[in-house]
């Protein structure tokens, strides 16, 4: 990561302290010209929330030194498309269907139900409507990626 990039994550780390709101990354593109910042939060964002972050980062860069490159600075939720790349992000999603690729290769659809440390308690959906689902454990060291199913 860049220069510019290193001091936006800090002023976005400082914009979100004493909130449940939280840094999820910070995305450059090559050159550093496009900067975007996915935030989240505990209790979910909207436009509001999102704009006050924006606005406190975009204040305190204004005080500092970034050098004579311009650059453009998005700060956004990463989106539904996007992964769960923290531990932080799973709770508000208990209930939720999750597709997970496994470390292993493996992929799977299950029913989220629980987080407890770092183990992700699931159900495998049964191939028989109307049947139970599976229960399952699954550590989050074995997660290559997970995202929030869309769709049926």
């Given at each position: ?7 936006l994550?800090k002023?976005?780390?400082e ?6 709101m939280?840094?999820?990354?910070v ?17 979910g964002?909207?436009?509001k929330r999102l704009g ?7 204040r305190?860069?204004?005080?500092i030194?970034?050098g ?8 956004s939720?990463?989106g539904?498309?996007k992964p ?9 999603h208990i ?5 997970i690729?496994?470390?292993d290769g ?12 770092e183990t992700l308690e699931?159900?495998i959906?049964s191939e028989?409507?109307g049947?139970?689902?599976t ?6 060291s074995?997660?290559k990626?997970?995202r ?5």
């Open positions: 990561m860049g220069r510019i990039s290193e001091i994550r002023l976005a780390e914009a979100v302290e004493g909130t449940d939280f840094v999820v990354g995305h450059p593109n090559s050159t550093e010209t496009l900067i975007r910042i996915h935030i989240d939060a505990d209790s964002l909207n436009m006050e972050v924006s606005r406190a980062i975009s305190r860069v204004d005080e030194e970034t004579e490159q311009q650059f453009t600075m998005e700060v939720s990463p539904a498309d769960l790349s923290m531990l932080r992000q799973l709770p508000k209930g939720r269907k999750l597709d690729l496994k470390v493996e992929r799977l659809i299950a029913v989220f139900k629980a987080l407890e440390s699931l159900e959906p028989k409507k049947r139970p689902g229960p399952a454990v699954l550590a989050w074995d997660i990626e997970l929030v199913h869309i769709g049926k």
